[in-house]
């Protein structure tokens, strides 16, 4: 997959009445450039509840996009997946992967205000929102294993082709499903997230070293493994 060019734009960080005019930008931007698409966002997606038009059609039928938000489960390697859905099917498709520790209740705001021209699809991972929460002794929280539950789900609900958004966590399963499979893929949204291990910095020093070393750390704090242990 080639990306040939790159759309950047900042959310601005000062008052909510400019940040709702960069929000309806945002989206207009969004929909002059659906084949690719690579966008850095700063502000929660919570933000600014209100100043913000819903389309054309949804005025003239006196609806709103909160009443267009579906709440679904699919079955994916024996796990019910939780989803949020929301726009028509035969629109571009965006696939939101949230963060830590989020589910995909984070996009519910997002969901209302672009539905009118997006098919939006927000799923929360095992372990998280509303989908199932496998014991960590029979399933293994690593990006690798959730990337490739969430692989599962854009499949079994029948998604060929989407842009990514990813936020936070979204960053390591979303890039790892862009790698897989990048036939699939026609853009990339990220909001706060990492890339790569060098741009998790020195506050992760301490949790790289209990990952290198676990047994160590957990000797030093008996107390708090026993109650991790018994929590599992």
């Known amino acids: 997959m080639h990306w040939r060019s790159a759309l950047h734009h900042e ?27 690579v966008v850095s966002v700063h502000r929660p997606v919570q933000e600014c509840n209100d100043g913000i038009t819903l389309g ?15 709440y679904r489960t699919v079955s994916v390697d024996g796990l019910s997946i939780f ?11 965006i696939l939101l992967l949230h963060g830590l520790p989020s589910s995909s209740r984070m996009f ?13 699809v927000a799923p929360d991972y095992p372990g998280y ?29 029948g998604l060929s082709h989407y842009t990514l958004y990813m936020q936070d966590y979204g960053g390591p ?14 853009s990339l949204i990220v909001q706060d997230a990492v890339a790569h291990n060098e741009g998790l910095g020195a506050n992760w020093a301490t949790r790289r ?9 957990e000797a030093n704090y008996p107390d708090a493994a026993h109650r991790r242990r018994s929590q599992h």
């Open 209 to 217: 070293a209990y990952w290198a070393d676990r047994p160590a750390y």
């Open 173 to 186: 399963v979303g890039f790892r499903m862009a790698l897989a499979h990048p036939e699939r893929v026609n």
């Open 56 to 70: 054309a059609d949804a005025q003239r039928k006196g609806t709103t996009m909160e009443s267009q938000v579906f």
């Open 11 to 37: 959310l601005g960080t000062s008052s909510a009445g400019s940040h709702c005019h960069k929000t309806v930008t945002f989206r207009e931007s969004l929909r002059r450039n659906r084949n690719l698409l």
């Open 83 to 93: 989803y949020r859905e929301a726009g028509p099917k035969d629109a571009p498709t």
């Open 129 to 157: 929102g509303h989908s199932d929460w496998p014991d960590p002794k029979q399933f293994d929280y690593t990006f690798d294993h959730i990337s490739s539950v969430m692989d599962g789900f854009a499949q079994a609900v």
């Open 108 to 120: 519910q705001p997002l969901l209302t205000r672009l539905a009118d021209n997006y098919h939006l």
